[in-house]
């Protein structure tokens, strides 16, 4: 009997061949529970908010941002106005000045020129008196009047911040330079020169280019005033 037990052999004891599943899976399971602890805790946790997306922003034109000047303020503007007048005086004194050379090159003691037939004549004249031919006898009155008149200009520029009155005075402070130019330096005498004058219409006073720039000045002081607007900018209604 045992020789034949020999033989067959002794068949495997079943618990013996249980035991490697249950420990695989006992180890599963132990592999298990520490990772589904881990989830636990994980699922308990409060999820991290996401941080915000920063929005892109549009580009800086720097070409823009150059472009883009402040506004000129008052001081800025009075100082153009004041330009435009010391402007328009200068051109209206160099056209007189130079006029009255050519015509004392060119005309005096020479026969008028027709310039448009009668009714128009270039005639070189000397004018002791005020414009137009008026006042002979109070050359150095209408001396100083001229100077005070450029005194006045030249100290309401400062508060001069209206284009039209800086034309206006403008006209008005060449034409007086020109004439005071000639009561100084031209004959008979310092502050008692007479003016050269050469334009001779019809029927009308002979008068020169620095005569034309005061009474335009004048005129146009004239129709502001009329206007409300004062050399400020300022406008008023009465």
């Not at 034409?175 to 007479?194: E, Q």
Request: charged share 20%.
């Amino acid at each position: 009997m045992a020789e034949a037990e020999r033989i067959i052999g002794t068949p495997d004891i079943p618990e013996a061949e249980g035991a490697g599943p249950e420990q695989s899976a006992s180890g599963s399971e132990d592999g298990r529970r520490p990772g589904s602890e881990d989830g636990q805790r994980a699922a308990g946790e409060p999820k991290p908010e996401a941080e915000p997306t920063p929005e892109p922003q549009a580009p800086v034109d720097a070409e823009a941002g150059a472009d883009a000047e402040p506004e000129p303020g008052p001081q800025s503007k009075g100082r153009r106005k004041i330009a435009v007048l010391f402007g328009v005086a200068l051109f209206a004194y160099a056209l007189d000045l130079i006029s009255k050379m050519i015509v004392v090159a060119k005309l005096e003691h020479h026969e008028p020129i027709d310039v448009v037939g009668d009714l128009l004549r270039f005639n070189a004249i000397r004018n002791a008196g005020a414009a137009f031919g008026m006042g002979e006898a109070y050359t150095i009155i209408f001396t100083v009047i001229a100077a005070a008149v450029i005194v006045v200009i030249a100290r309401l520029a400062r508060k001069l911040y209206s284009l039209p009155w800086a034309i206006a005075l403008g006209l008005l402070l060449g034409g007086a330079l020109g004439n005071l130019t000639d009561r100084i330096f031209r004959s008979p005498g310092v502050f008692k020169g007479a003016v050269v004058d050469f334009i001779a219409p019809k029927g009308f006073a002979v008068f020169n280019l620095a005569d034309s720039a005061i009474v335009c000045g004048g005129i146009l002081i004239v129709l502001l005033s009329f206007r409300g607007l004062d050399p400020d900018g300022t406008v008023h209604k009465d």
